[in-house]
């Protein structure tokens, strides 16, 4: 498990770096999520915490989705989020020239 300051600048580095991606200003983004420009720096930056409503208020700003997951479910979810080789896109079964499935 990550410590919380690690935590913090994790957070901080995924909405700086989607921020950017949109092309969006801190100022645009503190004024969509209904905060000040510094204090949305100060998440941004890792330095500091926010209340999950605010993370919510940011992530809707940013087109993204804020999702709760239980500790024990973590390792599953990455799994699934990682395509490790080029196998990993290949359909779960396909369709036989003679009309039957293999998996």
């Known amino acids: 498990m990550k410590s919380e300051p690690d935590a913090l600048l994790e957070i901080g ?3 700086k770096t989607t921020r950017k991606s ?6 645009r983004v503190a004024e969509m999520a209904g905060i000040s420009r510094p204090r949305y720096r ?4 890792g330095s500091s915490s926010a209340r999950t409503t ?3 208020n940011i992530s809707r ?3 993204m989705e804020l999702m709760l997951i239980p500790q024990s479910m973590i390792p599953a979810v990455n799994a699934l ?7 990993d896109d290949l ?7 003679d009309g039957g499935a293999d998996a």
């Open 13 to 15: 580095r995924l909405l």
């Open 22 to 27: 949109l092309g969006f200003t801190q100022e």
């Open 42 to 45: 100060e998440i941004e930056a």
């Open 54 to 56: 605010t993370l919510i």
């Open 61 to 63: 700003a940013l087109n």
């Open 81 to 87: 989020l990682q395509l490790d080789s080029a196998d």
């Open 91 to 97: 359909p779960a079964f396909v369709v036989s020239p």
